[in-house]
Each structure stands twice: as C-alpha cells, then as structure tokens.
C-alpha cells in the first residue's frame, strides 16, 4: 500500500470532530489516516518505521488493531493496547503539532488543504521531545551520544513484535 508521512502545524480544537472529519476524507479518497502528535515522535525515521511495522502487520494478517492507522499508532506509541497508544500519541484539545500518514491513494498535501494545516517536517524532529512517553529511560537514553538517542524510538518500535 502507499502511504506519505509529514510533519504538520495546526491547532486541534475539537479531537473527536478532526477524527471523525478525517474518516469522512479518508472514505471518499479510498484510504487511511493516521494523526498523532508529533511530540512523541523520536525523528521523521520513527514515523516512517511505525507505519512499515503497521503495514507489514497488515500484509501478514497480524494486526491488534482494526485499521492500520491504529496499529501504526500502537507502533509509534510502543503500546500493545490502541486505548493506551492513543492516550499517549494520539491528538488531544490543544495539539499544535501533528505527526500525519496518509494511506492510499491521496496525498497529505490534499488533506493539509482541508484541514488548514501548514506542513512542516520539523516537527518530527527528535529534540526536546519525551523520550519517557514511549517507554525510553532516562538512564537508556543517556547511554547513548545524542546523535544516536533517536534509534531507541527504533528498537521500541521493533520490540513491540515481541509483545504480540
């Protein structure tokens, strides 16, 4: 399946009415959406590998979810249960950053329209972000030279196969 993946800013005011609006878009453009907030994201790299571990569950019929956003969620959150990986990365009143994928045949820059949203990568970026949200300690994370603490988020992705 293909997918896109950005950064993006924009104020969520209502959760609930973004999600639903965004169910309606991806219905009419024959996909998926995921939309998190991208203070938990470790680096454009964690995004990216969440949502190939969620496509590959898809492919081999493995999903714990029940749509692949959901489980590209589950991934990025390192959470086994989608309540727990949206509690800790899904979009809440007040989200200004937006870590999006756009599954299908539509693009971001169609749904940045519809929303508007500006996009913006660097909001992927990994500094000054919570490492803690995603199971990272503090103890792991300072183990590692700085340039390298993002490739936790990597191996909290990867783990979470373990945890099936």
Request: aromatic share 4%.
């Amino acid at each position: 399946m293909k997918y896109e993946v950005a950064g993006a800013r924009g104020t969520v005011d209502d959760p609930e009415g973004v999600l639903k609006k965004v169910n309606v878009w991806s219905k009419a453009n024959g996909g998926d959406v995921l939309l998190a907030d991208a203070r938990v994201v470790l680096g454009r790299d964690h995004l990216e590998t969440a949502v190939r571990h969620a496509l590959r569950a898809q492919s081999s019929g493995t999903m714990a979810a029940r749509s692949v956003s959901a489980e590209a969620l589950r991934y990025l959150s390192a959470q086994r249960q989608v309540a727990d990986a949206i509690r800790i990365a899904g979009i809440h009143r007040g989200t200004k950053e937006l870590a999006i994928a756009v599954f299908g045949r539509s693009g971001i820059h169609e749904l940045l329209v519809v929303f508007g949203w500006s996009r913006d990568d660097h909001v992927l970026d990994s500094e000054g972000k919570s490492f803690e949200a995603i199971g990272i300690t503090e103890a792991e994370w300072a183990s590692l030279p700085p340039n390298q603490r993002a490739d936790l988020a990597l191996e909290k992705v990867a783990l979470l196969d373990t945890e099936k």
